[in-house]
Every structure is written in structure tokens, then in C-alpha cells.
Antibody, heavy 122, light 106 residues
Framework: EVQLVESGGDLVQPGGSLRLSCAASGFTFSDHHMDWVRQAPGKGLEWVARTRDRLNSYTTEYAASVKGRFTISRDDSKNSLYLQMNSLKTEDTAVYFC?????????????WGQGTLVTVSS | DIQMTQSPSTLSASVGDRVTITCRASQSVSSWLAWFQQKPGKAPKLLIYKASGLVSGVPSRFSGSGSGTEFTLIIGSLQPDDFATYYCQQYDSYPLTFGGGTKVEI
């Protein structure tokens, strides 16, 4: 069974940093691209970042709203995905979901974790 | 960036109704369009991929159609479990973008 479990969400002050983690199990993690998607309270979904797999040299993509502040990374030996968030702003407050890019769907995500809440406030 | 516009934003319906949700892209995304269902406090669930592909295990009352800039999600006969918010997502180009969501309520 595919499982994605996020952790690391917390209350942080504006300008602060936080590192989110996502532990993956039930599939060959190294074979899949992985995404972070966020959802501000009461709002819609916003794609944040993608890391591709080893065959694609772990290249990354970012939303403009986080580029230069957030860094997505992965450790295939630990089946883990990370999101390093720096220079946090109040508008970064959201539930952050880790998600797997499916092999059969052409580039969208087929499994999601339950999310971890990041609150940026003074 | 490609803007995705869903309509309506809220839809009131009854069990057994046929429900249609529309998603428009600001430029062509070919058929690289997905539909997700999300219930309160839960993660989104993939329903439809590549505009019309039904994900395994998703009931056949869900169907998707369209290409280019106009897409439709149809729920053939609304069931109690279908009351949720639905999002379209284009994955033709980066940044990936979602529509604003359509809340299907009683």
C-alpha cells in the first residue's frame, strides 16, 4: 500500500525557516517524480515544487511564489522527500501535501499524504 | 502561467442529479488535464487523468471530456459520497496550475 506521511509543520515567525519531510513507503520511491502542493486555510490547491527521479537527474521545478526561497530535495536511500522553506511569509501559511507523480498518468499525481500544517505568524 | 477557470464555484444538487463542472484553460493544454476530488480535512483524490481517463477504482458515473482549452467533468448520477470539492489541474507546462475549485453541496 502506497503511503506518504508528512512531518515538520509548525508555527514559525515571518522571515524564519522550516524543513518539511515526507516519508514514503509501499512503492519504489526512486522511480517516481515527487511534488509538494499546498492549500491555504479555506482556499484552493497550489502546486509548489517538483523533483524528478534519478533518471532525470533529480531536476526541479518551482512555482514563482516560492522560487529562490524554497528548495525541494530527496534522499532515495531513505525514501524521503524534503522541502526546505526559508524567508517564510505569512502567505506561506498552508497545509503542505507531499504527492507522488504517477507512472501511468502522464505527469499528474496519483497519491497524496494527509498534509502538515505550516503557520507563519508573529 | 496557464490560468485555469472553473465554473460554477458552488453547485447545489440532489442525489441522483447529473452534475456538470467546466474547466477552461487560458491557453491550450492539449489533453493534459486532471480532475481531483477533495473532502474536508482530506487529501485530494485523483479521479480523471489526461482529460478523459478514468482512474482505476473510480466509479464509472464519473467521466471527463475535452481538449485544448475546454474541459468537462460529469457525474452521471450524484451519490451521497460525491458531495465534495472538485479541482481541475493542467499538467501541460510548468508551473502546474489548479482551477479554483467547485464545491458540490446539497
Amino acid at each position: 500500500e502506497v503511503q506518504l506521511v508528512e512531518s515538520g509543520g509548525d508555527l514559525v515567525q515571518p522571515g524564519g525557516s522550516l524543513r518539511l519531510s515526507c516519508a514514503a513507503s509501499g512503492f519504489t520511491f526512486s522511480d517516481h517524480h515527487m511534488d509538494w502542493v499546498r492549500q491555504a486555510p479555506g482556499k484552493g490547491l497550489e502546486w509548489v515544487a517538483r523533483t524528478r527521479d534519478r533518471l532525470n537527474s533529480y531536476t526541479t521545478e518551482y512555482a514563482a511564489s516560492v522560487k529562490g526561497r524554497f528548495t525541494i530535495s530527496r534522499d532515495d536511500s531513505k525514501n524521503s522527500l524534503y522541502l526546505q522553506m526559508n524567508s517564510l511569509k505569512t502567505e506561506d501559511t498552508a497545509v503542505y501535501f507531499c504527492s507522488r507523480v504517477g507512472k501511468d498518468y502522464g505527469g499528474t499525481t496519483d497519491y497524496w499524504g494527509q498534509g502538515t500544517l505550516v503557520t507563519v505568524s508573529s | 502561467d496557464i490560468q485555469m477557470t472553473q465554473s460554477p464555484s458552488t453547485l447545489s444538487a440532489s442525489v441522483g442529479d447529473r452534475v456538470t463542472i467546466t474547466c477552461r484553460a487560458s491557453q491550450s493544454v492539449s489533453s493534459w488535464l486532471a480532475w481531483f476530488q477533495q473532502k474536508p480535512g482530506k487529501a485530494p483524490k485523483l479521479l480523471i487523468y489526461k482529460a478523459s481517463g478514468l482512474v482505476s477504482g473510480v466509479p464509472s458515473r464519473f467521466s471527463g471530456s475535452g481538449s485544448g482549452t475546454e474541459f468537462t467533468l460529469i457525474i452521471g448520477s450524484l451519490q451521497p459520497d460525491d458531495f465534495a470539492t472538485y479541482y481541475c489541474q493542467q499538467y501541460d507546462s510548468y508551473p502546474l496550475t489548479f482551477g479554483g475549485g467547485t464545491k458540490v453541496e446539497i
